[in-house]
């Protein structure tokens, strides 16, 4: 049926069957601004709209999507009084254009993707996570992405890069987790899986969070000029046994190094790496990048759950450097950094004698420290053998 001039013609409740008509053309043709008229439950394959024409709508109920044929259009309504996109596929539009809800009509409008994926548009997390594939993918963000729940990845192939269409840092935002914290997994089973931010901010959008933003138990996860603003997170990036963190000129509050995980370093970063506890012959280590050292102007600051474990290692916990100044250790620890013997990186000392026969001058007038013989400090020592500190004078002490 072709409608054209001054015609008018409403479709409603509408069957078409055993017809055949040519590629890219339609079973009605509007060749006339509000020739046709779409009502109620039609069961059509298709309508080819001239021009820069449209059509009407009124309260159509189809299940099926009408087809609408185009060509080539860049601007326009194609539907009027209609905005559900349910009830019609659109084929046609120039390339980077797309028909969308404006106002109260369907319109030819200019694209507007969140993101590419493998070079295709995409308009949210669930159609990014949708378009990804199990090899290799790069996501090109375009502007602000919201995460609405965590992202687990167990394909020991997967392989994506995300990072920013331009040269200023897009966000990824956290929405709102119903029952796990976790924002990005990397789980068991991924040995092979990699996955990679730059120039990426990460933003949390409402609340406490009190599980880590990043969970890596295999694979490798790398973070390059990347940024977080999680203040009440206890871990942002929690590296398991098995897993590896690269983290590259980035700024992360607390990376949470476990036994048999690895934190590879390289660049300029603002981090506090918590170095757990070793584990038999299980340890967590920091590896700084070659040739990277010189470029680190922030030391990298260093908690321990139990110094005493790491202190007790033959081994270094720390490689590819022998600068105790790219690292810094709490005031309080008892311990402090220094190479190893074969000069291949860094191991945890006691920073204090436990005997008397190394006492220095003895100075009445400084305050006492105390520290149990883990040399952490203790605030109000009882019952016990401990390190009595007073200036430069060191003794153990039995209470």
């Not at 299980?282 to 110094?307: G, M, S």
Request: with cysteine.
């Amino acid at each position: 049926m072709r409608s054209i001039s001054n015609s008018k013609v409403t479709l409603e409740n509408v069957t078409v069957e055993n017809c055949t008509v040519n590629e890219g053309c339609g079973e009605f043709f509007c060749g006339n601004n509000d020739a046709i008229t779409v009502k109620g439950d039609n069961n059509f394959k298709s309508i080819y709209i001239e021009k820069e024409l449209h059509i009407k709508a009124e309260n159509p109920t189809n299940a099926t999507p009408i087809t609408i044929y185009l060509k080539n259009r860049t601007s326009g309504n194609v539907v009027m009084g209609c905005t559900d996109l349910s009830k019609f596929n659109f084929v046609g539009c120039a390339e980077g254009y797309e028909v969308d809800a404006v106002g109260e009509n369907l319109a030819v409008q200019k694209a507007s993707y969140v993101a590419e994926v493998n070079s295709t548009g995409v308009k949210s997390w669930e159609a990014l996570l949708a378009a990804l594939t199990e090899t290799e993918n790069t996501v090109s963000l375009n502007e602000d992405l919201t995460i609405p729940s965590r992202w687990l990845i167990g394909t020991a192939n997967f392989n994506a890069t995300f990072k920013s269409a331009t040269d200023e840092p897009v966000d990824i935002i956290r929405g709102t987790f119903t029952n796990n914290n976790v924002l990005i997994e990397l789980q068991n089973g991924a040995n092979n899986a990699m996955l990679r931010f730059e120039n990426i901010n990460f933003v949390n959008e409402n609340g406490s969070v009190t599980g880590p933003l990043f969970n890596i138990s295999k694979g490798n996860m790398y973070f390059v000029n990347c940024s977080e603003q999680f203040a009440t997170t206890a871990q942002h990036i929690n590296i398991k046994g098995g897993g590896n963190a690269h983290i590259e000129d980035s700024q992360f509050r607390i990376v949470n190094v476990n036994a048999n995980a690895k934190l590879y370093l390289s660049g300029d970063n603002q981090i506090t790496a918590n170095i757990c506890a070793a584990s038999g012959s299980q340890y967590p280590q920091i590896i700084v990048e070659a040739a990277e050292a010189k470029a680190i102007t922030t030391p990298i600051a260093l908690t321990f759950d139990n110094a005493e474990s790491i202190a007790g290692l033959d081994r270094p916990f720390i490689t590819g450097t022998t600068d105790i100044n790219m690292f810094s250790l709490p005031d309080d620890l008892g311990y402090k950094l220094e190479p190893n013997a074969d000069k291949t990186g860094l191991i945890l000392k006691t920073k204090v004698q436990s005997g008397v026969e190394d006492v220095m001058v003895e100075d009445a007038d400084a305050p006492v420290e105390w520290f149990n013989l883990q040399g952490i400090r203790v605030a109000n020592p009882e019952n016990g053998i401990y390190i009595r500190r007073q200036g430069n004078k060191v003794e153990k002490v039995v209470l």
